[in-house]
């Protein structure tokens, strides 16, 4: 039995598969996290009565009034879970409509003009219990909207009122109405071949113009503007190829320029922030990937309000995968062109790896053998 530093490699041969399995097993688990996990809790949700009220035998009444009451006071015990839904009473239908083109409400309940004085007939035998209208934004999240309309449907039967659920904002793609997970699949496969891209692209690039190569700073800036030379011309392939994909395979009808634009700058925003990293040490950027990747894979497709706490407090506000799929949404479901939601902190993101790429360029490269250069 061969022995090297008190290690059996025998017992060397099964232990690795065995470490190997449970690495994966662990990435996988660490990956999935938050869709396994994921619940809505206190969704932003307006409700506004625009009831007049009406004068019955008891006096004046507004049913209105009374169910936003009960709504906008309604909140989660101390120590319990948080409620599902966070009711917000507002004024106006206005203000509504202004914070849904905000991207501020997953939806919104409202009470109509007449409710009162429906209710009061309907009481009375004369007619049919009044319906309240609730609208749901599929831009803010289809797999919120998908769920909310099952869940509050279910909830107003329970409470025996009638009740008109509309879904607004659902764009042009065909799978979008046909299947649930449709919404959702579109922005992964939007945002993925986006980041494996620019995570490709970044390795590849520090690869063929090491840093390591220069030995004095002009040289070592000269090598990142070669990087972000090719870096801009690597990151348009990888959105053209994210509009085709989203095209060809969920069929969502993404107009080609404006979308590519969009993730040109996004994937070029990335690819920097991973340059950055990569330039600066093999292991800060393997690191750097790994948040984006194991902690950030599936935010894409899930709102902050529906995450675990640690990864709506701490990987929520970095991973770049939620700042994508918000650009995607508003442009395949709002029809947005210029700027769509998103790009600001995708930019922020850019910014931050230019910081890291000129920290990098600072950092002074040690001396390397002729032959250490052929050889790279």
Known sequence: MIRWKGISLSAAKYAVPVLVVVLIGCVMALMFTPMIKMAPKELPFAVVSLDEGAATPQGELNVGALMVDKLAGQGSPPGSDAAPIAWQEFDSQEVVDEAFAGNELFGALTIPADYTSKHALAQAGQGEPPAVDVVL?????????????????????QLEVPVNIEVINTGDADASTTSPMAGMMSQQIGVMPVMMMS??????????????????????????????????????????????????????????????????GASLSVMALFLGAFNIALPVGGLVALFAFLCGMMLAALPKEMLPSFWADW??????????????????????????????????????GIVLLVIAALIPARAISRAEIERY
């Open 137 to 157: 934004d599929n831009a803010k999240s289809p797999l919120a909207a998908t769920q909310m309309q099952a869940s509050l449907g279910a909830m107003f039967a």
């Open 199 to 264: 995570l490709i692209g970044a390795i590849i690039l520090t690869r063929i113009f090491p840093k390591r190569n220069a030995a004095t700073p002009g040289g070592r800036f000269k090598t990142i503007r070669i990087q972000l030379g090719y870096a801009a011309g690597f990151s348009f392939l990888a959105a053209v190829t994210g509009v085709i994909l989203l095209n060809s395979l969920v069929g969502a009808e993404a107009p080609f320029w404006t979308t590519t634009v969009f993730l040109w």
């Open 315 to 352: 990987i929520y506000p970095w991973a770049p995968q939620p700042r994508i799929a918000d650009g995607l949404r508003d442009i395949l479901y709002r029809g947005a062109e210029l700027m769509p939601m998103g790009t600001g902190g995708l930019l922020l993101l850019g910014g931050i």
